[in-house]
């Protein structure tokens, strides 16, 4: 009984070990699980980031909220999502000026069941002669619509 009881602690113990150390290289690093919600506004910037890349711009547009209301903010405001529109498609008229966009630091918070907010840093790499790199942080405010979460203000620096 005493043999089977000491096999038993030792299976314990060889199988429990690796999960130990797995415990210890992880100790002091929290992950974060996002409600739905917010998992969904970041799906919308992941969604940008992904279609910035391709050359996109139709789609890179298509999160923000088609309306008069829409502002953004950054060298100057546009107004409205038509001046969004023209101001993106004229800073950035081809795939060499877009260059490459990474996001970072994304931050969601869901203020109520039809607003949400989202913070976070943004690196975009390109050539020289096309603007060069650019980085900076960003806020949003976004509207859920019938299409999903839109943004209606960004203000990015």
Excluded at 47 to 54: P, V, Y
Excluded at 65 to 91: M, Q, R, W
Aim: aromatic share 8%.
């Amino acid at each position: 009984m005493r043999r089977i009881f000491r096999s038993v602690v030792f299976a314990i113990a060889v199988v429990t070990a690796p999960l130990c150390a797995v415990a210890q290289r992880t100790e002091g690093e929290q992950m974060k699980v996002l409600p739905q919600a917010e998992l969904d506004v970041v799906k919308v910037l992941l969604s940008q980031e992904r279609a910035w890349n391709a050359g996109d711009m139709n789609a890179f547009l298509s999160s923000y909220e088609k309306t008069p209301a829409l502002i953004v903010i950054s060298n100057g405001v546009a107004h409205g999502f038509e001046d969004v529109e023209a101001t993106y498609k004229k800073n950035y008229p081809d795939r060499a000026s877009m260059g490459n966009l990474t996001f970072s630091d994304l931050e969601p918070h869901i203020l109520d069941d039809r607003f949400a907010m989202a913070t976070g840093r943004y690196s975009l790499e390109r050539v020289k002669n096309k603007g060069g790199n650019a980085s900076g942080t960003f806020s949003l405010v976004l509207e859920k619509t019938a299409q999903g979460w839109k943004i209606i203000l960004d203000h990015t620096t």
